[in-house]
């Protein structure tokens, strides 16, 4: 089947880390471009990151240029997000998308996150 | 910093047609942003409905189609139903590996 399975959200504290993790299945992983998005509550679609099928080009959004790092591991089929210096506002609902030639096509159900002290 | 802008929201009656915008706090949108519109209701994760401006996405129903209207992009649903009542959001392509999505559309059908 084909999908992408997020994990690895929950509660952190401000200032604090969280390492998102993006499971894909049933196509080529290596030869898609994969992002991530996320959504605050009650709010809008945000465009986070995103990260050229071998790994080799990253962008940011500048809301989260230097706290956050996009990664894949090919072999794996795995996509993650590394949250530092967490904020308030980094909280929400993060999905990760697979990008079928500027479109994201594939979505996954999206993973929680929730940075309070 | 560029702002992509979505109308708030919107209501059409059931059985009409609407037309959603998609624009740029500064500049005219083009194909060369290659707009993509997305569905979504609470809870669930977005659905694709059309990309590079005019494509509907696989399963899509005809009565969805995109378009460049003026200096924007436009969602079209012509003959609204029901269970169209969502949230519609644009993304464009602004070059350099960044997107931005606009803030979306809050689609009322009544």
């Known amino acids: 089947e084909v999908q992408l399975v997020e994990s690895g959200g929950g509660l952190a504290q401000p200032g604090g880390s969280l390492r998102l993790s ?51 591991d090919n072999a794996k089929n795995t996509l993650y997000l590394q949250m530092n210096s967490l904020r308030a506002d980094d909280t929400g609902v993060y999905y990760c998308a697979r990008d079928r030639g500027y479109m ?14 | ?17 609407v037309t959603l915008t998609c624009g740029l706090s500064s500049g005219s949108v083009s194909s060369t942003y290659y707009p ?9 994760a977005p659905r694709t409905l059309i990309y590079s401006t ?20 436009a969602l079209t649903i012509t003959g609204a139903q029901a269970d169209d009542e969502s949230d519609y959001y644009c993304v464009l392509y602004m070059g350099s590996g960044l997107w931005v999505f606009g803030g979306g559309t809050k689609l009322t059908v009544l």
């Open chain 2, 36 to 44: 993509s519109w997305y569905q979504q209701t609470p809870g669930q």
């Open chain 2, 54 to 73: 005019s494509t509907r996405s696989s399963g899509v129903p005809d009565r969805f189609s995109g378009s460049i209207l003026g200096n924007k992009a």
């Open chain 1, 22 to 72: 993006c499971a894909a299945s049933g196509f080529a992983f290596n030869t898609f471009w994969m992002h991530w998005v996320r959504q605050a509550p009650g709010k809008g679609l945000v465009w986070v990151s995103n990260i050229y099928g071998d790994g080799s080009t990253t962008t940011y959004a500048d809301s989260v240029t230097g706290r956050f790092t996009i990664s894949r």
């Open chain 1, 104 to 117: 994201l096509d594939l979505w996954g159900q999206g993973t929680p996150v929730t940075v309070s002290s």
């Open chain 2, 1 to 17: 910093q560029t702002v992509v802008t979505q109308e708030p929201s919107f209501s059409v009656s059931p059985g009409g047609t």
